[in-house]
């Protein structure tokens, strides 16, 4: 009996520990850049967005994309976006584009898309940027 007791009492506290997480890899997806572009263009409702901040954005972008900088102004517009569409996240390297990704799924979205490798490995794939058009003097 004391077995019995020892087995369940075991079960119910991993089964709570399991069952308290999910995973970041199931809150949203990770996708290369082919497929990340190949998703956007099938996708209905979508925004894409540029999550670097308005210094990064204003060099290289993909094409479409708004600027909501995740230092602060993501969690503001939160809570104005319609959590019916699909959010196509990317950044610099894919490291914040994550991090948003999570914390957006934390506020109740549920169709994230991140950006892997960020756009860095978005221009390693050939993949089409807007260039920051350098102004002359004179």
């Known amino acids: ?22 995973p970041d890899s199931i809150k949203f997806l990770s996708l290369d850049p082919k497929e990340f572009h190949n ?4 996708a209905d ?18 094409r479409g994309a708004i600027n909501i900088p995740s230092s602060g102004n993501l969690e503001r517009a939160a809570d104005t976006l319609n959590k019916h569409y699909t959010f196509f996240l990317y950044c610099t390297s894919g490291h914040r584009s994550s991090r948003v990704a999570v914390s957006l799924y934390d506020k ?3 169709k994230l898309v991140s950006l892997k490798g960020g756009i860095v ?9 807007i260039r920051r058009k350098i102004k002359k003097k004179g």
Do not use: C
């Not at 409702?45 to 210094?55: G, T």
């Open 1 to 22: 009996m004391k077995t019995v007791i020892y087995l369940v009492n075991i079960f119910l506290l991993t089964s709570n520990h399991l069952t308290a997480q999910i």
């Open 39 to 42: 998703q956007y263009l099938k």
């Open 45 to 62: 409702s979508a925004l894409l967005i540029d999550v670097r901040e308005p210094f990064e954005f204003n060099g290289n972008r993909i």
């Open 108 to 110: 109740g979205f549920r």
């Open 121 to 129: 490995d978005w221009r390693k794939e050939g993949m089409p940027v």
